[in-house]
């Protein structure tokens, strides 16, 4: 097996952290990353895009922001049991959120829980858009 040198595993770090950091702006998907306590760290772009806020308007806000008034305690609620519980995939569910403009849309999101820098625990949320999709539905 070849020797690494520091010089060269530290440059495979770097290109490695890029490309993740790459792959995470150019997602079709919305991807946010929530603290323990719900307050947005990560957004990327089709996530900012999605809601109509700039990255700056959401990182440090509590992500309910983009919940509807209604939900707000039970999201709230829930983001925190999955935080403090033992199981590292939220289920998927579709759920109602409300744009920056106030357009209520309709979301799949699935979540997992890493780990992040600092030993706490962290949440990644994926979102889909589907409010067309709803829009196709018989009554």
């Known amino acids: 097996m070849k020797e690494v040198s520091p010089d060269q595993l530290y ?51 509590h992500f309910t922001l983009v919940v509807p008034d209604v939900y707000r305690a039970r999201l709230s609620a829930l983001h925190d049991d999955f935080m403090q519980g033992n199981e590292t995939f939220e289920l998927r569910q579709e759920w109602d959120v409300v744009t920056k403009n ?13 780990e ?10 994926f979102i889909i858009d589907i409010t067309s999709a709803n829009s196709w539905k018989c009554a």
């Open 11 to 61: 440059r495979l770090f770097n290109r490695s952290k890029r490309n993740t950091e790459n792959v995470i702006k150019a997602a079709p998907i919305g991807i946010c990353i929530t603290n323990p306590t719900g307050h947005f760290e990560m957004v990327n772009p089709a996530y900012c895009d999605f809601y109509g806020y700039r990255q700056e308007e959401l990182l440090g806000l």
């Open 102 to 114: 106030g357009e209520l849309r309709t979301i799949i999101a699935e979540a997992a829980r890493i």
């Open 116 to 125: 992040g820098e600092d030993g706490q625990s962290r949440k990644v949320t």
